[in-house]
């Protein structure tokens, strides 16, 4: 917003006639690559005077389900302050889910089930923030606190066999997991003389979180006619405690711009579970210098920087050095190509394991399946080019959009299927590397004066290899968008395939999706009505030699969800134009795993 990074809330805190362009781009321009490798979307927001209070509601809820979000933001803004308070809540509630979970271990060794089950959840974050902005100086203070939390229920008829002896009976699995974190953003920035600028950002996180499971089965011995009952109760308590500094400079150099930045991350967790402790933290340092420089016809903006690695576990010690490396250029066209644009963006960069990953706690999902972490897990690096080719008519009507992304990560961290006897461990591992490409193409015309199309088809395909299996895939996602427009009044139908989620030995498909909404303005208000379906036919699949996992979830309250909205914004007076945060920085030091919450309905 303004060329300051932003989040999704802070676009919703605007009215729409405070907007006065949006600009976008297919990869970040060379002044946000610190940031972001694109897209990227400058949202240019019109200045404002004196003194203001200014309030905004937005709301969306369904009838027949418990489902919606909903946001309020207060905001008071003269000369030198401005000050914001908000809070916004994500919820859920979905009953009736079919489960159909099936389990093969060997031929002596299967669980079969079929039930109902039931889900509860709702992401809340409540935030108040100060700024100053007088003459150079610009000082911003952001308080907030976020509780996740979430429920999943699961009533089944169940078939264990189990050495040979058929068990049929009830079965009732419980997962229950909840963040609560709570976070302090601190942010100065300096103006010196001639457009050289210093930003520093701190940010201290301290969050607590848990997770509780339950599985408990009565049957009856189909052989001997003996009952037998299972019950595995898992408890996991987590302590974290996160700090980041980030600074930036930046400088006119050669008639462009030089910045170099410097980012230090420090991350500790203490998990208990069932009489288990692990205590694992990390350091991290990253350091980048680069620059950009523009001429008629595009940018050339390089980068080069190192990080550092430092991470401790229950079991070992590991220190890693990567390369980081950012090249970015653009071309657009003039006379004949007119409207035409290219960009290439070039990158090798990190990723770090979660502390959670690196716990050894254990997590049973089934009497013969545990999830657990890894205390082995080493940092990756991943090498990745985009390729993009615009071109945007004259009039700014119709446009399109052809987009190349090979990709290669070395040593990369997915989750495996690892199995000792009978017991069959859910484990993330460095499988090696992993060898992708995708490849989208998207557009947009007008139909008519009131009547927009915007089509896009996607096509994925990833190679690697795990413990258990060489994996080969492709994947094929298409939609659109048909907007509809006359005066304050639209109408949008929307349709989306499959989406598809490798993730080592698994493979996630999620629902396809059919939107319809209708929204109308009034004075300060924009009410509304949607219709979505999805939540079909949602599956996890695991196919090995020795192993199969399919567990398949339709979440039926979806499939036709009716859901009214309502936007109201309010402001009195005018405000001098704030200059907003150039670094933005979270943690996500959660502690639990992705076995250890309940997968959230979508």
């Not at 639209?490 to 030995?505: C, F, H, R």
Request: charge should be positive; charged fraction near 15%.
């Amino acid at each position: 917003i303004n060329g300051v990074p932003s989040t999704a809330m802070d676009l919703r805190g605007y009215k729409g006639d405070e907007i006065k362009s949006v600009e976008y781009y297919a990869t970040a321009p060379a002044q946000y690559m610190g940031f972001t490798s694109g897209p990227l979307i400058n949202v240019v927001v019109k200045k404002r005077h004196e003194s203001m209070h200014s309030a905004y509601l937005n709301t969306s809820n369904a009838l027949n389900t418990r489902f919606g979000t909903n946001q309020l933001d207060l905001t008071y803004a003269d000369s030198l302050n401005q000050v914001k308070l908000g809070y916004y809540i994500d919820y859920r509630g979905i009953r009736e889910i079919s489960i159909q979970p099936t389990i093969m271990c060997d031929p002596d060794h299967h669980s079969q089930y079929r039930g109902r089950g039931f889900y509860s959840g709702a992401y809340q974050n409540m935030y108040a923030s100060y700024q100053r902005y007088q003459g150079k100086h610009l000082f911003n203070a952001k308080l907030y606190s976020i509780i996740d939390a979430g429920l999943e229920k699961e009533s089944r008829r169940s078939v264990l066999l189990y050495d040979t002896i058929d068990n049929q009976g009830n079965n009732m699995y419980q997962l229950k997991s909840q963040y609560n974190t709570s976070t302090l953003d601190v942010y100065y920035r300096y103006l010196f003389k001639q457009g050289r600028m210093l930003a520093v950002n701190v940010v201290n996180a301290m969050g607590v979180s848990y997770s509780r499971s339950n599985y408990e089965m009565n049957t009856l011995g189909g052989v001997s006619g003996m009952g037998n009952k299972y019950n595995y109760h898992n408890e996991i308590d987590n302590e974290s405690y996160s700090l980041i500094a980030n600074a930036m400079y930046v400088s006119p150099l050669w008639g462009g711009q030089f910045n170099a930045a410097m980012r230090y991350e420090y991350n500790h967790l203490y998990q208990e579970s069932m009489n288990v402790e692990s205590a694992p933290y990390s350091h991290s340092e990253f350091a980048y210098a680069g620059g950009s420089w523009h001429w008629g016809y595009g940018t050339f903006a390089p980068a080069l920087g190192v990080s550092l690695l430092q991470q401790t576990s229950s079991e070992s010690v590991h220190t890693s050095v990567l390369p980081y490396f950012r090249l970015y250029t653009d071309w657009s066209g003039r006379g004949t190509w007119r409207g035409t644009s290219a960009q290439l963006t070039l990158t090798t960069d990190q990723r770090n394991p979660s502390l959670a990953d690196l716990t050894e706690t254990q997590n049973y999902i089934d009497p013969w399946i545990v999830s657990m972490g890894n205390p082995d897990l080493l940092q990756y690096w991943v090498s990745t080019a985009k390729f993009a080719f615009s071109y945007l008519a004259p009039d700014g009507k119709n446009m399109m959009s052809l987009m190349v992304r090979p990709s290669y990560a070395h040593n990369k961290i997915a989750m495996t299927v690892v199995r000792k006897g009978n017991t069959i461990y859910f484990q993330p591992q460095n499988i090696g590397g992993e060898l992708g490409c995708s490849v989208s193409l998207h557009g947009s015309w007008s139909l008519l004066p009131w009547l927009t199309l915007s089509p896009y088809g996607e096509y994925y395909t990833t190679h690697y290899h795990t413990p258990s299996r060489d994996m080969r895939l492709n994947y094929v996602r298409f939609g659109g968008i048909l907007t509809a427009t006359r005066g304050n009044t639209s109408v949008q139908l929307a349709i989306n395939s499959p989406t598809v989620e490798y993730d080592g030995d698994f493979i996630t498909r999620a629902s396809r999706q059919y939107v319809a909404l209708f929204q109308h303005k009034w004075r300060n208000w924009a009410f509304g009505a949607a219709y979505n379906y999805s939540g079909d036919n949602e599956y996890t699949i695991v196919e090995l030699p020795d192993f199969s996992y399919y567990k398949k979830k339709d979440w039926a309250p979806l499939h036709h969800m009716v859901r009214v909205t309502a936007t109201y914004s309010f402001s009195s007076g005018n405000a001098r134009k704030h200059d907003k945060k150039m670094i933005h920085e979270a943690s996500d030091n959660s502690g639990l795993r992705k076995f250890d919450k309940p997968k959230k309905a979508r």
